[in-house]
């Protein structure tokens, strides 16, 4: 077990509705990144937090939003869902500190878009 | 452009055997992070091994080893005593020094024959 948890595990939406998934960091980290993996593919980054600000971002369209919370727990928003946007959706805290190249991920959100 | 690239979608191992996944990269950078992450049906993504491209010395943990090659820009993961529970999706990623995002191959599902 990695520490991170991530919620809801599956979630059904339609097309044009609104998201949020959440995230809840592994304890003592200050970053987190998300990461999107379609079907059969590797994740894709989206972007990443660092102490609540947006330290990059992937190429995703800005529909794709994302808070960190001062206890580093974090929130992805998807708005105007497309069936594209199916996907499995990856929390992954780390620890700046230390080169934050270990990534600890989280089991994943499964969306679907109808 | 990173790039990572896995040419195997599927391999298989009987047990207690010894595998060899591949993955090459494609970066002009020269200081950065190798990994292997698997990712068994729970979909949690593990971290397996772990290289930093400053050091020849190719990384170990336990059955796991991989053969590094910088100027081939190769990274392969040997998997020594095949046990059932490797069972899982093996991905290949890579990660800039001075970067924030992770780069993902499209992976390699790799299952162990009893």
């Known amino acids: 077990e990695t520490g991170v948890t991530q919620s809801p595990t599956h979630l059904i939406k339609t097309r044009g509705q609104q998201v949020t998934l959440r995230c809840s960091s592994q304890s003592g980290h200050n970053t987190v990144s998300w990461y999107q993996q379609a079907l059969g593919q590797g994740p894709q980054f989206i972007f990443q937090y660092y102490r609540e600000e947006e330290n990059g971002r992937g190429n995703f369209p800005p529909r794709f939003s994302g808070l960190q919370f001062p206890n580093y727990s974090s929130e992805l928003n998807v708005n105007a869902l497309e069936l594209d946007d199916s996907a499995l959706y990856l929390c992954a805290s780390s620890l700046k500190a230390d080169g934050g190249e270990k990534l600890f991920f989280g089991s994943g959100t499964q969306l679907s878009v109808l | 452009a990173q790039t990572v690239t896995q040419s195997q979608p599927e391999m298989s191992v009987q047990e207690a055997e010894t595998v060899t996944l591949s993955c090459t990269y494609d970066?002009?950078?020269?200081?950065?992070?190798l990994f292997w992450y698997k990712q068994p049906p729970s979909r949690q993504m593990i971290l397996v091994i772990r290289?930093?491209?400053?050091?020849?010395q190719n990384a170990t943990e336990n059955r796991f080893s991989v053969n590094f090659q910088k100027a081939a820009k190769s990274f392969s993961l040997k998997i020594s005593d095949s046990q059932l529970g490797d069972t899982a999706m093996y991905f290949c990623?890579?990660?800039?020094?001075?970067?924030?995002?992770?780069?993902f191959g499209t992976g390699t599902s790799l299952t162990v024959i009893p």
């Open positions: 290289q930093e491209a400053y050091k020849q």
């Open positions: 990623a890579f990660m800039i020094s001075t970067g924030n995002q992770f780069y």
């Open positions: 970066t002009s950078e020269n200081n950065y992070y």
